[in-house]
């Protein structure tokens, strides 16, 4: 029940994430902003999350796991409600923070209950492959009863299974987590909280670089403002809070260095917004479409984890992460005239091997954790896969999104259009604008008209486009994650 207890707390997290890209089409409609600001707030609870990961991991170890584990869960219900009212971006934003923060911290507690309470290896290879299993079983059960909420009740029905979850976590969290005290030691979390900040800082200047730029140099100056103080504090005590033990060993920044770039690209996240702008099909169809490939990476999580018993958790990340990389080009065959199933097998093919990585790459970097540094090898785990995903999802989102621009613009063009029409069309589609909205300028060239009012081909040809770059850029990531972890396998031995 204590192995329960932890991945319900885990589930809470990931549901959030899980139902969101459901909710982001309606969300936009309701509340109107453009692609760019839809993928800010898929990607802004990894960022806002980088404030207190290092932080969490420290307090756990030093306070106590389960009391530090339920404030968690208070912090991501009140995020829940947040979004659940957000009468504007804004609001709707800092929601997604909040409940980013509430969620990294029962996240790393509860990998770090685990990894303290299981201690037999073939046990934590079983373990460690539920883990990897246990993101895709969320997304293969929320997203179509999501979808369906969204659909009948309005976006705004969507965080209240949150809240639920929260609540379940909170009741069995207080029944079967261990009432430990921790070491009992205060701890310093100045040095955690400059780290967190630092991670934090950087994750939204990569974000807002191409923004307005007194923006960007505020919080590039934050940034290196945090990492300046962090360095001149670590130095000045005998035992900063922020624990970085994981680190010691030899070839640990190696394995840092795959983990981060195996996460730069989710082609999970990239084919449902495909699905969702390519296809006239509804959520609901698109949540069961996506539970195809949800239900192979369950597989592929669980086919991980006896790997690890048989291979090894180094072996077993190598060859997935190879194979990940060699299978997401399949994302080149998709054409134009693909049904909307051919994405679905491809992504379903890509699942499997992706799956079994996570939970083999977070066992080798748990694996090098002391014995009373759970909690600092979870923060990592987690800061590393967020940054990853985060500023990975950021630069990723941005050249695919600016991919699919260029190729718009350049098949207006190619129709007739001249190339400053076409550039301005492509990038009002770009920023959020429907197809009638585009239809109402008197200006519009007849041919462009007739590309927005019945003959997509254009459009789809650009988002096919896009689509088939994220799985070049996904081969590009693993391979290089791949030699780094080969880098690392050598390293150790």
């Known amino acids: 029940m204590v192995v329960v207890s932890s991945f319900v707390s885990m589930a809470a997290g990931l549901l959030s994430m899980a139902t969101f890209e459901f909710m982001v089409v309606p969300m936009q409609k309701d509340l ?3 692609v760019d600001t839809a993928n800010a707030l898929i990607l802004v609870p990894s960022a806002a999350s980088l404030l207190i990961v290092f932080a969490a991991g420290s307090l756990a170890d030093h306070l106590g796991k389960r009391r530090l584990l339920l404030w968690g869960v208070l912090v991501f219900c009140a995020g ?5 009212v957000a009468p504007n971006v804004p609001v709707a934003l800092l929601g997604r923070s909040v409940g980013g923060v509430g969620g990294m911290v029962m996240g790393i507690v509860a990998l770090a209950v685990l990894n303290s309470s299981v201690t037999d290896d073939r046990e934590r290879a079983r373990i460690f492959g539920v883990f990897a299993a ?4 969320i997304f293969l059960v929320a997203p179509p009863i999501s979808a369906l909420l969204a659909q009948s009740a309005g976006w705004r029905a969507v965080p209240v299974m949150w809240l639920l979850l929260g609540a379940a976590s909170m009741v069995l969290t207080l029944r079967y ?5 921790g070491s009992g030691e205060s701890t310093e979390l100045v040095t955690p909280l400059l780290a967190g900040l630092f991670l934090a800082s950087a994750t939204v200047a990569t974000a807002v670089i191409f923004g307005e730029r007194w923006i960007a140099v505020s919080v590039i100056a934050l940034a290196i403002a945090a990492l300046v103080g962090l360095a001149i504090r670590w130095q000045r005590l005998a035992h900063p809070g922020l624990d970085l033990r994981v680190l010691r060993p030899r070839g640990s920044w190696l394995l840092i260095g795959a983990i981060l770039l195996s996460s730069v690209a989710n082609l999970f996240l990239f084919t449902n917004l495909f699905l969702q702008y390519r296809y006239d099909i509804s959520l609901v169809a698109i949540a069961l479409l996506m539970g195809v490939s949800q239900a192979a990476a369950v597989a592929g999580g669980l086919l991980g984890g006896t790997l690890i018993a048989r291979w090894g958790a180094a072996r077993t990340a190598l060859t997935t992460m190879l194979l990940t990389g060699v299978t997401a080009l399949g994302a080149t065959l998709v054409t134009v005239d693909s049904p909307e199933w051919i994405p679905v097998v491809v992504l379903s ?4 091997p992706a799956a079994a990585s996570v939970g083999a790459l977070a066992k080798c970097l748990m694996d090098l954790a002391p014995a009373d540094g759970s909690g600092g090898a979870s923060s990592m785990n987690n800061a590393v896969w967020s940054l990853g995903s985060a500023v990975g999802g950021i630069v990723v989102g941005l050249i695919i999104f600016g991919s699919f621009e260029a190729a718009l613009a350049n098949n207006l063009v190619q129709v007739a259009v001249s190339p400053e ?32 009012n019945g003959d997509h081909s254009v459009i789809t040809a650009a988002q096919t486009h896009a689509y088939a770059l994220v799985g070049i850029v996904i081969f590009v990531a693993q391979l290089a994650a791949s030699g780094l972890m080969l880098a690392h396998i050598r390293r150790r031995r």
């Not at 829940?80 to 659940?84: I, P």
């Not at 246990?134 to 079983?137: G, K, R, V």
């Not at 987590?177 to 005290?181: A, F, G, N, Q």
């Not at 770009?430 to 008209?449: K, Q």
Request: proline share 6%.
């Open 32 to 34: 109107g902003f453009s």
């Open 349 to 352: 093919v890509v699942a499997i």
């Open 421 to 452: 029409t076409a550039a301005t069309l492509a990038s009002e589609v770009r920023e959020g604008s429907l197809f009638v909205e585009v239809m109402r300028n008197a200006d519009l060239p007849a041919t462009a008209r007739g590309v927005f």
């Open 134 to 137: 246990l993101t895709p079983a």
């Open 80 to 84: 829940a409600l947040l979004v659940m």
């Open 177 to 181: 987590t261990p009432d430990d005290s």
